[in-house]
T-cell receptor
Framework: QQPVQSPQAVILREGEDAVINCSSSKALYSVHWYRQKHGEAPVFLMILLKGGEQKGHDKISASFNEKKQQSSLYLTASQLSYSGTYFCGTVTGGGNKLTFGTGTQLKVEL | DVKVTQSSRYLVKRTGEKVFLECVQD?????MFWYRQDPGLGLRLIYFSYDVKMKEKGDIPEGYSVSREKKERFSLILESASTNQTSMYLC?????????FGSGTRLTVV
């Protein structure tokens, strides 16, 4: 079952913040976040593991709430280069099956 | 840098043909995945493999099969191509701490 992402789309002005949410109907073992620019392959951003801490690099960070079976991606002081489609991928239970959500289209404008 | 190479960028095949999509990685990764990407549906998992000759069905395996005879190569096979298999196909490879995607094969079945 695909995780559910929200919002489906968001438009920001440069410098604004955004939050993208990802929720699962099953207990999560790990959550992956990827960004895909138009016409390109998805690129790995970060992974959050069960029992792990909030992660981040530069102005992009993420949290993982095991109880709520949710993860959130935080984009701070957005830049034009942040535009793209963000996907969360979830691994539930053991094993390596990585299932993605339907994506969140983010557009940053001047 | 990890390289994940998909043999064709664009492919046009006729209905009923047997189609082979190839994916090769150069990093001795255990895990390899095949996804299809369609507008509004995100990335949907077709099959994945966690070792040579090992495979597991993803969420939409019907009409597809896979082969992994060597660790570096993971093939997706459309047994009898149909027009509803027209899509972008993406291969991913890695260990459980993050995956690298190939640049994709856009398959059109006419």
């Amino acid at each position: 079952q695909q995780p559910v992402q929200s919002p489906q789309a968001v438009i920001l002005r440069e410098g604004e913040d955004a939050v993208i949410n990802c929720s699962s109907s099953k207990a999560l073992y790990s959550v992956h976040w990827y960004r895909q620019k138009h016409g390109e392959a998805p690129v790995f951003l970060m992974i959050l593991l069960k029992g792990g801490e909030q992660k981040g690099h530069d102005k992009i960070s993420a949290s993982f709430n095991e109880k709520k079976q949710q993860s959130s991606l935080y984009l701070t002081a957005s830049q034009l280069s942040y535009s793209g489609t963000y996907f969360c991928g979830t691994v539930t239970g053991g094993g390596n099956k990585l299932t993605f959500g339907t994506g969140t289209q983010l557009k940053v404008e001047l | 840098d990890v390289k994940v190479t998909q043999s064709s960028r664009y492919l046009v095949k006729r209905t009923g043909e047997k189609v082979f999509l190839e994916c090769v990685q150069d990093m001795d990764h255990e895990n390899m995945f095949w996804y299809r990407q369609d507008p509004g549906l995100g990335l949907r998992l077709i099959y994945f493999s966690y070792d040579v000759k090992m495979k597991e069905k993803g969420d939409i395996p019907e009409g597809y099969s896979v082969s992994r005879e060597k660790k570096e190569r993971f093939s997706l096979i459309l047994e009898s191509a149909s027009t509803n298999q027209t899509s972008m196909y993406l291969c991913a490879s890695g260990r459980s701490d993050g995956y690298t995607f190939g640049s994709g094969t856009r398959l059109t079945v006419v």
